[in-house]
């Protein structure tokens, strides 16, 4: 959508440009923020790059299994899938615990050290996307509607979801920056809310949340799955289970053993 800017006999898009902005700042933030928990940075970087290579790793090839499988039960004819944010959060979620646990130390500080910068990345990501004319919109009259392209750069009037994914991503991360200033005043140097992985299990909530809303808005990647439901709202329903459960089950822990 918007032009490529040319550079010698290279080519960058604005989507690729805006990617490595939210990588490298966020990536640079939750860095400085990880220092505060005593490990040494080369514990760190090691741990960051394993779990951003997991990340592209398993959303890769996730997206080429399940395109893999509609290919050989509908041909030529099947409906692809496009790249999921989903399968980088997972796969990099599960690379962390791993690598955490190999070096003894607690995931949950771990995330929510990163979960305001990976909040803010998701935002700036989306600009990206409207770049690009990626996760478009369905075509509508209502007045949100915006004159904007699909990929294949199909003009017509949209939801802007990609715009709206970077408003509700960005008021995720302020939500999260605020729990934790909160947190900071009430307690000090110690940990202002009721267990350790409460602001990542927030912020997952509140993505989750989103996603399954904007579900009904998006053209791009909306295949029918369960019904009227597309594979966002699935997985957007299973991220709040998934969190809401293990988000009460530590509340319950917590106050059971009479810890603030």
Not at 56 to 63: D, I, Q, R, V
Not at 95 to 110: D, E, H, K, N, T
Not at 171 to 189: K, S, T
Not at 234 to 247: D, I, K, Y
């Amino acid at each position: 959508m918007l032009p490529t800017i040319e550079i010698g006999p290279w080519q960058l898009s604005t989507y690729q440009i805006m990617a490595t902005l939210a990588l490298t700042f966020c990536g640079t933030w939750v860095f400085r923020r990880l220092l505060a928990l005593g490990s040494p940075p080369s514990v760190i970087i090691l741990g960051m790059f394993l779990v951003i290579l997991s990340g592209f790793s398993g959303t890769f090839l996730m997206t080429y299994l399940i395109n893999a499988v509609r290919l050989a039960r509908s041909g030529l004819l099947a409906r692809l899938e496009g790249v999921s944010i989903v399968w980088a959060l997972v796969s990099g979620i599960g690379m962390a615990a791993v690598y955490c646990r190999w070096q003894r130390i607690s995931l949950g500080r771990v995330l929510d050290m990163a979960a305001p910068p990976a909040a803010l990345g998701l935002a700036i990501g989306r600009l990206g996307c409207f770049a690009a004319g990626c996760c478009y919109g369905r075509p509508t009259d209502s007045w949100l509607g915006m004159y904007l392209p699909d990929e294949n750069g199909v003009w017509m009037t949209r939801y802007p979801t990609q715009l709206m994914a970077f408003a509700a991503n960005l008021f995720i991360f302020l939500v999260l920056l605020a729990v934790e200033q909160y947190g900071a005043r009430r307690a000090g140097a110690k940990r202002g809310w009721p267990f350790d992985g409460f602001l990542v299990l927030l912020g997952l909530f509140l993505y989750s949340l989103k996603r399954f809303g904007l579900a009904f808005l998006r053209q791009s990647g909306a295949f029918p799955m369960v019904g009227p439901l597309s594979w966002m709202h699935v997985s957007a329903l299973m991220g709040m289970g998934a969190t809401a459960t293990v988000m009460l089950w530590h509340l319950h822990r917590t106050w059971k053993g009479g810890k603030p």
